[in-house]
């Protein structure tokens, strides 16, 4: 009794430190599904793997509560002073959101299976580490004056490219979604703090819909351990995320992304020696 008890309590507590890894690597351009991976070898979580897989996804739902909470008066598209009034900027930048999800949207829809068969091993995660890692490395060292300095100035074909980086990290994991996405905003003229905040708005609506379809998928038949689990999960990785988010957006002020990009090899060589050892 007292045995499984403690058991408990000790999948509770790696629960809190995946959701930890969560809430920080979701947001920062070096790929949750890398360090999720690695975490997952050295502190494994003991339950079915069809929970476990639902629970790395759904877990990320914690992490985009807090992008309403940090971006509420940009995303919401109405406001409520001395009567409701339409914000026609936040409708446009939502429509830009839309088509850049587009892509993503159709690969997963249409090839889900066929994409997680063929990619999801980590040999392919580290070779997206070390891939787009040089390419930070790359991008930032180009020496070019963004053209694109607020989310306003974000034309509907800029958005369409940031959507197509990001079908590129909905394809091959260890890519990072917010890394693909940074990367394509830069690629084409994008300020970095326009790129993150673009990323950060533009993951509410992607990772709310990939968190909803694996519940589905999951079904309703819980046991209580696994609720409290995934719940302790989610609520980690949300508070994670809150600061997170807002010391990413203040550090990029003043650095660029390259610190990133080399941290992105390092981890990619890591997992590679670790695989072949």
């Not at 997680?116 to 930070?136: A, E, K, S």
């Not at 930032?140 to 940031?162: F, G, N, Y």
């Not at 819909?209 to 999951?218: C, E, H, M, P, T």
Request: charged residues 15%; glycine residues 8%; aromatic residues 14%.
């Amino acid at each position: 009794m007292y045995k499984r008890q403690i058991i408990e309590v000790v999948e509770l507590l790696k629960a809190v430190i995946f959701g930890f890894m969560q809430g920080v690597t979701e947001w920062l351009p070096v790929s949750s599904t890398g360090h999720m991976i690695l975490l997952n070898e050295f502190l494994p979580l003991y339950q079915s793997e069809e929970f476990l897989e639902l629970f790395f996804v759904v877990i990320q739902f914690g992490s985009i509560l807090a992008v309403p909470l940090l971006f509420w008066k940009r995303m919401v598209p109405c406001a409520v002073r001395g009567g409701f009034r339409l914000k026609p900027d936040i409708l446009l930048l939502w429509g830009k959101i839309t088509v850049a999800c587009i892509p993503a949207g159709v690969a997963a829809l249409l090839w889900n299976d066929e994409i997680n068969d063929l990619f999801y091993h980590p040999h392919v995660v580290v070779i997206m580490l070390i891939v787009v890692g040089v390419l930070f490395l790359v991008v930032e060292t180009r020496k070019r004056e963004p053209s694109v300095h607020t989310v306003a100035e974000l034309t509907w074909r800029a958005a369409w490219w940031i959507g197509c980086f990001q079908m590129i990290a909905a394809i091959f994991p260890g890519t990072s979604r917010s890394g693909a996405t940074i990367i394509g905003a830069l690629m084409i003229g994008v300020s970095r703090t326009v790129a993150a905040e673009f990323t950060f708005i533009m993951a509410f609506p992607v990772m709310l819909g990939a968190s909803l379809f694996k519940l589905v998928q999951f079904g309703w038949e819980w046991t209580w351990v696994e609720a409290v689990i995934l719940v302790t999960g989610m609520i980690a990785a949300f508070l994670v995320s809150l600061l997170v988010i807002q010391g990413l957006m203040n550090f990029i002020k003043g650095h660029s992304f390259k610190i990133f990009g080399w941290y992105r090899i390092g981890l990619g060589i890591v997992m590679a020696l670790y695989i072949l050892v």
